[in-house]
């Protein structure tokens, strides 16, 4: 299929096109740069710097390029940014969202695939956490994430777009070529790894306060060699709706640290900070849906590995991608 990655310049993007590329798809990647990185677009892919906040960019390229289907990871990340500073996440996240699906409805575009998150449901009343959740969300970011899930839902009743949501949980670990280079970085293992890595001094724990077994917030840490792979298999005609995304197994921040000071050998001191606004205690997934309809089958759950396939990345990569 010929499908236009928005976002393909960073962190999930990267490796999707990559393994969107090794499946023998035709790649668009189509990302603005601000905070991505030309270096981490697969070769075997074409590159068009644009910016969804721009209508004419996106409906250019749809225009141009006349993909069969979109996907659309193209958005500011940060739970603690948005509680900061929220207008943009509504700007970039929302109306640029919008300017993408006006954008398909002019190309004529019928799918789209779009990386929501479990934020959108803010702290579950259960654990795991299936699709019929009610979604609350507890931070700007987890806001604004539903409402473009609430406009592609409008674009595919009234044109016929057909939708999916793929609600990712933590998204961690790196292949050989592509890893997480945020700048500045802002996720628990990466910044755990800087340590290791003699970057950073400490890392900063918030909040031992929360109702969970040793105080520190849960969540639920998925490879993202095997999100990419939801993103092939939810290409397929027929594919429609919200499919969480992650492996059902909950590690608190301590114990995150725990298994990177295994992985890495470095003792990794750690400081108590008092709590990050917008976090949720405990955030941990029930995949069923995704397993069953979508034939989803994780093959990277082990933490361990997980982070050891951050840490070769950036012991390789010691500047991400400003080498
Ligand atoms: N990282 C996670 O754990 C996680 C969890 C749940 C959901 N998500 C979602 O997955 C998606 C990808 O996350 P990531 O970690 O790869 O983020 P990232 O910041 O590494 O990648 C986002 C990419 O989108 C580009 N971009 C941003 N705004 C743009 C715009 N207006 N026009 C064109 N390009 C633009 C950036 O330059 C960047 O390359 C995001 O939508 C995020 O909300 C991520
Ligand atoms: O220096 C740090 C960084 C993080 N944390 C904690 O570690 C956990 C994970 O935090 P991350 O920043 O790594 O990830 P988030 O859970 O905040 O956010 C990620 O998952 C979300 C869904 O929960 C969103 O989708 C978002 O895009 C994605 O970055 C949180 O409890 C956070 O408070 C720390 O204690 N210290």
Excluded at 14 to 34: I, K, R, W
Excluded at 58 to 73: D, M
Excluded at 123 to 134: K, Q, S, V
Aim: glycine share 8%.
């Amino acid at each position: 299929m010929k499908i236009l990655v928005a976002g393909g310049a960073g962190y999930i993007g990267s490796v999707t096109t990559q393994m969107l590329c090794d499946a023998g798809h035709d790649v668009v990647v189509f990302d603005n740069l601000e905070r991505g990185h030309q270096p981490a677009v697969d070769p075997r892919a074409k590159f068009m710097q644009g910016d969804l906040r721009y209508k004419e960019d996106i409906k250019s390229a749809l225009l141009a390029e006349r993909p069969e289907a979109v996907i659309h990871f193209a958005a500011y990340i940060e739970v603690g940014e948005s509680m900061v500073d929220p207008m943009p996440f509504f700007e970039n996240n929302v109306s640029g969202s919008l300017n993408l699906m006006t954008a398909m409805v002019a190309s004529g575009c019928k799918k789209l695939i779009f990386s929501s998150t479990c934020a959108t449901y803010g702290t579950p009343d259960r654990i795991p956490m299936d699709e019929t959740l009610p979604q609350k969300p507890e931070s700007v970011y987890g806001e604004s994430k539903l409402l473009c899930e609430k406009i592609f839902q409008w674009g595919e009743k009234i044109h016929g777009i057909e939708c999916v949501f793929l609600r990712y949980f933590n998204a961690c670990g790196a292949t050989e070529q592509y890893g997480e280079a945020h700048n500045p970085e802002s996720h628990l293992i990466p910044l755990v790894l800087q340590v290791a890595q003699g970057t950073r001094e400490k890392i900063f724990i918030f909040g031992e306060d929360y109702e969970t077994r040793d105080g520190t917030c849960v969540r639920d840490y998925i490879h993202i060699k095997d999100l990419a792979q939801a993103h092939i298999l939810a290409l397929k005609p027929g594919i429609a709706g919200a499919f969480n995304l992650g492996n059902g197994d909950g590690y608190t921040v301590k114990e995150v640290i725990d298994v990177c000071r295994k992985v890495t050998g470095h003792a990794i001191p750690a400081e108590m900070q008092p709590r990050r606004a917008g976090d949720c205690t405990a955030l941990v997934a029930d995949a069923t849906k995704a397993k069953t309809v979508l034939g989803w089958d994780p093959q990277h759950a082990d933490l361990s590995e997980i982070v050891e396939s951050a840490w070769n990345w950036h012991r390789a990569h010691p500047n991400g991608y400003e080498d």
